[in-house]
Protein backbone atom coordinates (compact mmCIF):
# COMPACT_ATOMS: atom_id res chain seq x y z
CA UNK A 1 0.00 0.00 0.00
CA UNK A 2 1.37 3.28 -0.95
CA UNK A 3 1.56 6.42 1.67
CA UNK A 4 2.61 9.55 1.64
CA UNK A 5 2.80 11.20 4.28
CA UNK A 6 3.49 15.34 4.46
CA UNK A 7 5.27 17.29 7.40
CA UNK A 8 6.72 20.63 8.55
CA UNK A 9 3.55 22.75 8.31
CA UNK A 10 3.05 25.93 9.30
CA UNK A 11 2.39 29.57 10.16
CA UNK A 12 5.20 31.97 9.35
CA UNK A 13 5.25 35.85 8.70
CA UNK A 14 5.91 36.83 5.06
CA UNK A 15 9.59 36.84 3.99
CA UNK A 16 9.94 33.98 6.41
CA UNK A 17 11.20 30.41 5.79
CA UNK A 18 9.56 26.95 5.82
CA UNK A 19 10.27 23.41 4.82
CA UNK A 20 7.62 20.78 4.15
CA UNK A 21 8.34 16.75 3.52
CA UNK A 22 6.87 13.99 2.49
CA UNK A 23 8.23 10.44 3.42
CA UNK A 24 6.65 7.92 1.38
CA UNK A 25 6.11 4.35 1.62
CA UNK A 26 5.05 1.48 -0.70
CA UNK A 27 6.93 2.35 -4.11
CA UNK A 28 10.19 2.09 -5.09
CA UNK A 29 10.92 5.92 -4.25
CA UNK A 30 13.82 6.12 -7.20
CA UNK A 31 11.97 4.77 -9.82
CA UNK A 32 9.06 7.59 -8.71
CA UNK A 33 9.03 11.17 -9.74
CA UNK A 34 7.37 13.60 -7.25
CA UNK A 35 6.20 16.36 -6.90
CA UNK A 36 4.24 19.42 -4.69
CA UNK A 37 1.07 21.10 -5.63
CA UNK A 38 -0.95 23.74 -2.86
CA UNK A 39 -4.97 24.55 -3.11
CA UNK A 40 -5.47 27.96 -1.58
CA UNK A 41 -9.30 28.17 -0.08
CA UNK A 42 -12.03 28.77 -3.10
CA UNK A 43 -9.34 27.87 -5.41
CA UNK A 44 -8.09 25.37 -7.60
CA UNK A 45 -5.03 22.78 -6.73
CA UNK A 46 -2.28 24.20 -8.85
CA UNK A 47 1.67 22.98 -9.71
CA UNK A 48 4.27 24.11 -7.26
CA UNK A 49 7.22 22.26 -8.41
CA UNK A 50 8.29 18.64 -9.46
CA UNK A 51 11.45 16.57 -9.29
CA UNK A 52 12.22 13.69 -11.47
CA UNK A 53 14.00 10.56 -10.51
CA UNK A 54 17.43 11.74 -11.69
CA UNK A 55 17.33 15.12 -10.50
CA UNK A 56 15.17 17.02 -12.79
CA UNK A 57 13.14 20.13 -11.33
CA UNK A 58 10.82 22.21 -12.74
CA UNK A 59 8.88 25.30 -10.43
CA UNK A 60 6.21 27.17 -11.23
CA UNK A 61 7.04 30.49 -12.19
CA UNK A 62 5.36 31.94 -9.07
CA UNK A 63 7.47 30.22 -6.96
CA UNK A 64 10.53 30.23 -9.09
CA UNK A 65 14.00 31.40 -7.30
CA UNK A 66 11.96 31.08 -3.62
CA UNK A 67 11.43 27.21 -3.67
CA UNK A 68 13.62 24.38 -3.92
CA UNK A 69 12.53 20.88 -4.76
CA UNK A 70 14.85 18.21 -3.61
CA UNK A 71 14.74 14.54 -2.69
CA UNK A 72 17.06 11.88 -0.34
CA UNK A 73 16.19 8.54 -1.93
CA UNK A 74 17.96 6.73 1.47
CA UNK A 75 14.97 8.38 3.32
CA UNK A 76 12.56 7.72 0.54
CA UNK A 77 11.56 11.72 1.29
CA UNK A 78 11.24 14.80 -0.74
CA UNK A 79 11.46 17.91 0.40
CA UNK A 80 10.03 21.96 -0.52
CA UNK A 81 11.84 24.24 0.54
CA UNK A 82 9.90 27.71 1.03
CA UNK A 83 12.56 30.93 1.33
CA UNK A 84 10.72 34.73 0.88
CA UNK A 85 7.22 33.46 1.84
CA UNK A 86 4.51 35.56 1.03
CA UNK A 87 0.97 35.89 2.03
CA UNK A 88 -0.82 34.03 -1.10
CA UNK A 89 1.68 31.37 -0.58
CA UNK A 90 -0.98 30.45 1.96
CA UNK A 91 -2.99 27.21 0.96
CA UNK A 92 -2.15 23.03 1.86
CA UNK A 93 0.31 21.78 0.32
CA UNK A 94 0.22 18.25 -1.38
CA UNK A 95 3.08 15.69 -2.10
CA UNK A 96 2.09 13.24 -5.22
CA UNK A 97 3.74 10.66 -6.63
CA UNK A 98 4.04 9.22 -10.18
CA UNK A 99 5.76 6.23 -12.10
CA UNK A 100 7.68 7.49 -14.80
CA UNK A 101 9.41 10.92 -15.25
CA UNK A 102 8.20 14.21 -13.82
CA UNK A 103 4.93 16.33 -14.52
CA UNK A 104 3.67 19.61 -13.61
CA UNK A 105 0.21 18.62 -14.66
CA UNK A 106 -1.68 16.44 -11.25
CA UNK A 107 -3.61 14.14 -13.68
CA UNK A 108 -0.77 11.91 -14.15
CA UNK A 109 0.16 11.77 -10.72
CA UNK A 110 -0.92 8.31 -9.24
CA UNK A 111 -0.85 8.92 -5.16
CA UNK A 112 -1.32 11.67 -3.10
CA UNK A 113 -0.35 12.71 0.63
CA UNK A 114 -3.36 14.30 2.51
CA UNK A 115 -1.55 17.62 2.46
CA UNK A 116 -0.04 20.04 5.16
CA UNK A 117 -1.27 23.94 5.93
CA UNK A 118 1.13 26.48 5.31
CA UNK A 119 -0.06 29.86 6.36
CA UNK A 120 1.95 33.16 6.06
CA UNK A 121 0.96 36.18 7.42
CA UNK A 122 1.28 39.36 6.24
Known amino acids: QVQLAESGGGSVQAGGSLTVSCEAS????????MGWFRQAPGKEREFVAT???????LYANSVKGRFTISRDNAKNTVYLQMNSLKPEDTAVYYC????????????????WGQGTQVTVSS
Open 51 to 57: IGRAGST
Open 96 to 111: AAKSGGFSSIAIPYEY
Open 26 to 33: GVTFSDTS
